[in-house]
């Protein structure tokens, strides 16, 4: 494994302040090769497990709109290397203040190029599609597999939004993107503000999941390709009765309230004291 370096004293702080960090390169270009040779199979449906994903949208073919696929990692294991990656779970983990951290699920992106406000990513919090997790400290590390900027609608974040209570405001297919600022001003009434994530390829952005963040449109002559790992602190159970009870990760098994989530569904990423966590730790980079 290449060598990589912890998130420091400060830049947790910054997390813990922002609800986001941003980290260096991860990734070396010649494996970003390889993944955007996977993340281009994924898209058209060439599963080289055989295994469709949890879910997808639009189906394979059309890339006119944002195509979303969710538990990529499940259809090609270059996938499941990447979004099991034990550093991204070790990043995540000191982020979060948590001593392991397992998979929610992955969320593989493609923005088509010019794609127009159908490319936008509304303003969300992912907890507000998370309420079955009884936990405060889940979290996305979003993975560039190109470089991400303005013009082609990187990911931007509400600095410190975080700390603004859930807000019945989860819209991750809005398109007016605009009306959702004012009525976001409205009930909370914070200025709202955004920092772009921009980010090279083979950097990875960590948010909370209170976080307000979303996208604009790709204005590029190039699609935005990117994979999100979605992540749990080792030992989340599961809430009943909540409005997210119809999640697609409560679709893999039928819990009961108080049930933890694990299992080989919700595999560990990283778990302090264990360095082969999971079988792909052991592979060498
Ligand atoms: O890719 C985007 O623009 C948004 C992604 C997102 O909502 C997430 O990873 O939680």
Known sequence: MTAFDLPTPGD????????????????SDEKLGEFREHHRKVVAGEYETKRPPLSRDPQPGDTSKLVQVNNAYWTDATMARLVLDVRIGKIAARLAGVKGVRLWHDQLLFKPPQSGVAGNIGWHQDQGYWQCLDC??????WVALADVDEKNGCMEFVPGSHKWGLLDENHFYQQDIEAQIKRIEEKTGHAFRTVPAVLPAGCVSFHHNLTIHGSRANASNRPRISIAIHMIPDGARYRAGSSSEDHTSNTLRQPRNGDFYAGPYFPVIYREGEPCANVWMAVDR
């Open 136 to 141: 405060t400290e889940a979290l996305t590390a």
């Open 12 to 27: 947790i702080a910054f997390y813990k302040e922002n609800g986001y960090w941003l980290s260096p390169k991860l990734f």
